[in-house]
Every structure is written in C-alpha cells, then in structure tokens.
C-alpha cells in the first residue's frame, strides 16, 4: 500500500496539471482566471478535500465540500461582467467552478476519472468555439441603437425596411424623441453576413447621425 504522504504528493501534482492545462487556454484566451487562478483552484480545492478525508469521519466531509462549492460560486460570480449588450465571463465562471470539481475529485483520489473530466473540458474549451461560430454564421442575436435626423420622421420606417431588405427578424423595436434626434433600437436576429450588410447600409446612410451595437 503506497504511502499516505506519496499519494497526496501525487494528488497534488495532478491538481498542478490539470488545474495548469485548463488555466493555460484561460489565459491565452486573455480572461480574467487565467493560469495562475485557475490551477490555485484546483490546488486548493484538492487540499481540502484531503484534509476533510483526514479529519473526523462524520460529517466533516459532506460540510467542507458543500463550503468548497458555496465559495467557488462567490469567486466565478466575480467574473462575470456586463460588457454592452451582452453578458460576459460566464465561460470563465463556469470554468472556476468545473476546476474545484476536478480538485475535489483528484483529492478524493478519483484520479482516472478526474484525469477523463480534464481531457474532456479541454476538448470542449479548444474545440466547442469553432462550433459556436458555425452557428453564429447562420444566426447571430445583435440589438442595434440608431439616431437619426429628426427632420425625417419617415426615417424609422426606412430603418426598418433596411432590416427587411436584410433578411434579418426584428425582436423587439423602441423609439425616442428629442429636439435633436430620433433614436430607435431594434433587437435582431439573422446570418452574420446580414448583421454585417445592415451595418454597412447604415454607415452610408447620410441621415443616420450615430449607430451603435
């Protein structure tokens, strides 16, 4: 039977490796939990694990690693920001929470399986975004913000045509009035080559004063 000490050493060095493989594409994908992050979580999620293992056996370890889930939640949430339109971070989040996972299970000494949970999250991190932007081709959500001149109170109506003209489904629709200008925004949905055609009538469209999404 292996030794206590050499067994957790060995857990502790697969936590590095995993936790390091996860957090090197994190990085080079330039997110907030990159390499560093995301391998101290893996690493500190195993530590704990071991030590509730080795603590009293009631119910020690059932509470140490609900506090372990409870607390990574409160650190992916961190992650998570709003950037315009959109939500950003939750791939990350998500990654910070799989990441204690895959430390508790490497301290639980589930080591093949955690080893399997690795290489599946890797492939699903370096391989699922070429997916995602087949689909973005063929649909992609964009809300649009325009301001148009307020001479032309038929400009809305022709804004909307442009869509049409597109090919692109309109989602929602809000329209303002100033002294100044019209603004309107339109919640879309179509092929990337429509979003990107729509955008570029708007650019040349003389009467359009500022366009936004």
């Known amino acids: 039977m292996m030794d206590p000490i050499y067994e957790n050493l060995i857990k502790i060095g697969m ?3 995993a936790g390091g493989l996860i957090g090197a594409e994190r990085e080079y994908q330039d997110k907030a939990a990159g ?3 995301i391998t101290l979580i893996t690493i500190g999620s195993t ?3 071991i030590f509730s293992i080795s603590l009293d056996p009631g ?3 059932t509470r140490v690693a ?3 889930v409870t607390g990574i939640g409160f650190l992916g949430a961190g992650a998570i920001v709003r950037e315009g339109g959109r939500v950003g971070g939750l791939t990350t989040a998500a ?3 799989l990441s204690a996972a895959l430390g508790m299970g490497i301290g639980a000494g589930e080591l093949l399986f955690s080893t399997a949970a690795t290489v599946i999250t890797l492939i699903i991190l370096l391989g699922f975004p070429y997916i ?3 689909i973005d081709r063929r649909r992609e959500a964009r809300s649009y913000k325009v301001v148009m001149n307020v001479k032309d109170l038929k400009k809305p109506e022709k804004v909307g045509d442009a869509l049409r003209e597109c090919s692109l489904k309109v989602l929602e629709h809000h329209q303002a009035k100033s002294e100044s200008a019209i603004i309107g925004t339109w919640k879309t949905i179509g092929t990337m080559k429509n979003q990107e055609k729509f955008v ?3 650019i040349r469209d003389k009467d359009i004063k500022e366009l936004d999404y």
Do not use: G, S, Y
């Open 59 to 61: 119910f020690t370890r």
């Open 200 to 202: 570029q009538l708007m």
């Open 47 to 49: 530590l704990f694990t």
């Open 132 to 134: 995602e932007a087949i």
């Open 35 to 37: 390499f560093r992050t």
């Open 15 to 17: 936590a590095v490796i």
């Open 95 to 97: 990654t910070i929470w």
């Open 66 to 68: 609900a506090n372990i």
